[in-house]
């Protein structure tokens, strides 16, 4: 630990030459600090960064070393780095609104510094650092004007110490593993972004990720083969993509690397943070009027194959109508409909109730083995105008295209070609079998949401997940929620292919606890119908996009309690994986001093699928303690009175 007062001079110059470390830089509130330091004490070395968090009076060491470099193919960007310029460090202030997510209105505000290095060969590349309340980043940037190659490697690598606790998940090109608690590196293997850690011995988290990632590069994940202590970013294997594409990213320069992210603090920091969005490109999107969050019926989790009966689909249209939902999903073989209607007569029956219709589609090609038509319609530019404006004349609102499974550059090329053709059209996007959220939600604000999750239809695919849903759902507001939208499908309350044995109280705080553009609600009409009043009211009235996000308590694997704004109203969502009752004390400090609410309450009941109403006038100083059965939860809705 380095004491406070020591470090005075770092914090008000920013920059200090010493033998080892070339600089420090810090966030805004002085709580993040950042040292760049050489290996050898000389001029031409390799370099890495050091990463400290102020504990008390003190700074405690949460990352000791960021390995940093890149391998091109005509030569090395590492071993013999010689510094010969850092910038004076830059404040950066930002306010920006999203459309959708956890926060509306949003503060970029860091501090960077430009950081040059040359190699033996008279090479340039920049490092561009930079420190945020709530984080740090950091990206490579070849500033040269001409001139092409190939990245044969990154060797950016996270160290963290041998008792530091991790969350971390095996890497599949789906992203749709399952997050596996450890307390050291003995696991070595291909792990998936984000990866959580806690440090030990201090309230101190951080989050690794990528953000802001575009054609110039490929997607990255994170190996610990060798010293299971240390990940280090690697290239997608060549088998992804059914072997299609290049696993080394061609680049053009001038060229900037995505930025490499660790969201820091405490728990409460990592859940509320926006950091993979703010640093992140902002909207290309200039009129925005036609992209519009929103709850959605969705008839795949219950019926499989109920897409294609005309019926299924008019009864799923006829729930959204009722709950007020405005979407509903119609999901693969809409092609192959039947009993009663085609494709036409279901968009004149959605239309006719006011709704707006979701549509399906593969997104084809030779990287998925998966045959399921419409194929290749997304796939050429050509098909995608053509198709796209069919869409629009047809009055389609958004299009799901899945199974990509990949992450090579050509790969996130084809991403974003599909988003750029799909607003000419003014068609949101969300994907399905595919990346986590690397900050694409900002720069193209009609990209609603993403898969990339171990979600719902899970239970359609085999027995595993109705014992592994419970402490998956607490570990994902925590993980692979924190970074975007994530398409879960929540709230069921009837079963499908297999059991689940969370409560009715869990199921009904995920349509909280979950954030995702437009939400999927996976049951079938009956689950719905036959439900209290108060609970379908809830449902009714529940948002999708936020004004404010608070995690109010929680630890990752075990319970979360989050509350989240819209408007002048909170929601506040609660579940827990437990095998036993769970006493929840819930303080309400974050609503406005003086004023009174009225908070509906609805908790879990005698059983697993009843419910427990209550109706409470509250405030600021209220206390409130619910009990929730085994893998129990809670939902509320808090409206100010008067």
């Known amino acids: 630990m380095r004491p406070l007062n020591a470090l005075i001079i770092f914090l008000l110059l920013g920059v200090v030459n010493t033998s080892a470390s070339a600089f420090v830089i ?330 707006k219709p979701l549509i399906w589609y593969n997104s084809g090609g030779d990287h998925t083995w998966v045959g399921a038509t419409p194929k290749d319609r997304m796939l050429t530019h050509e098909n995608r105008m053509a198709e796209f404006r069919k869409l629009k004349e047809m009055g389609i609102a958004g299009v799901k295209v899945d199974f990509f499974e990949c992450e090579k550059q050509n790969m996130i090329n084809y991403y974003l070609d599909i988003l750029e053709d799909a607003a000419r059209f003014e068609i949101m996007v969300y994907f399905h079998g595919c990346l986590v959220p690397r900050g694409w939600q900002r720069t193209y604000p009609h990209l609603m949401t993403y898969e990339g999750v171990r979600g719902a239809e899970w239970y359609n695919n085999g027995p595993e997940f109705t014992t592994t849903a419970p402490e998956h759902n607490t570990t994902l507001p925590f993980t692979r929620n924190v970074v975007g939208s994530m398409d879960y499908t929540p709230v069921t309350f009837t079963n499908s292919q297999y059991p689940h044995i969370t409560s009715y109280g869990h199921e009904l705080a995920l349509s909280v606890i979950f954030e995702s553009g437009i939400q999927h609600m996976a049951d079938r009409p009956e689950g719905y119908y036959r439900l209290p009043y108060a609970v379908k009211n809830f449902l009714r009235t529940v948002p999708c996009s936020w004004d404010d996000t608070k995690l109010l308590d929680g630890y990752p694997g075990q319970f979360s309690v989050l509350a989240r704004r819209k408007g002048n109203d909170w929601y506040v969502g609660s579940i827990n994986s437990d095998s036993k009752e769970k006493n929840q004390t819930v303080q309400f400090d974050f609503l406005t001093i003086g004023k009174t609410y009225k908070l509906t309450l609805i908790s879990d009941g005698e059983h697993d699928q009843a419910f427990s109403i209550k109706h409470l006038v509250i405030d600021s100083n209220s206390v409130l303690n619910v009990n929730m059965l085994r893998r129990g939860g809670f939902a509320a809705r808090i409206i100010p009175l008067n």
């Not at 390799?46 to 003190?58: D, H, M, N, R």
């Not at 992203?175 to 003995?186: A, I, K, P, V, W």
């Open 26 to 355: 810090n966030s805004p509130d002085k709580k993040l600090q950042v040292q760049l330091i050489n290996d050898q004490k000389s001029d031409c070395c390799k370099w890495y960064l050091k990463v400290e968090y102020l504990v008390g009076e003190y700074y405690s060491e949460i990352i000791p070393r960021i390995d940093l470099g890149l391998v091109r193919n005509d030569q090395v960007f590492s071993k013999e780095l010689k510094l010969v310029k850092t910038s004076k460090i830059h404040s950066l202030y930002e306010d920006y609104h999203s459309m959708h997510g956890k926060r509306s209105n949003r503060t970029n505000e860091g501090n960077e510094v430009l950081v040059t290095f040359v190699t033996p060969q008279k090479s340039k590349m920049n490092l561009f650092l930079r420190v945020y309340n709530d984080g740090v980043a950091f990206r490579y940037e070849f500033p040269d004007k001409e001139g092409s190659y190939i990245i044969n490697d990154e060797l950016t690598a996270y160290s963290v110490s041998d008792s530091t606790k991790r969350w971390l998940e095996k890497f599949n090109p789906a992203n749709e593993g399952l997050y596996s608690c450890q307390m050291d590196g003995s696991i070595q293997q291909d792990w998936c972004y984000p990866a959580l850690f806690q440090c030990q011995d201090s309230d101190c988290w951080f989050l690794i990720h990528e953000a802001d990632l575009d054609r110039n590069y490929c997607g990255t994940k994170l190996t610990n083969f060798g010293d299971g202590n240390v990940y280090k970013l690697t290239f997608p294997d060549d088998w992804n993509g059914r072997g299609t594409g290049h696993i080394h990213p061609s680049i053009t320069l001038p060229w900037k690397s995505p930025w490499r992210s660790i969201i820091v603090g405490s728990l409460a920091d990592i859940v509320e943070s926006t950091l993979i969005d703010d640093i992140s490109s902002p909207s290309v999107i200039k009129d925005t009027s036609w992209i519009k969050p929103g709850l959605s019926s969705w008839n795949y989790w219950s019926d499989n194959h109920g897409t294609k009966d005309y019926q299924v689909i008019c009864k799923f249209a006829d729930l959204a109508a009722d709950m007020g939902w405005p979407y509903t999903l119609l999901d693969w073989e809409w092609d192959a409909m039947s009993n009663g209607g085609d494709l036409n007569d279901a968009l004149t029956y959605i239309h006719s109730l006011g709704l």
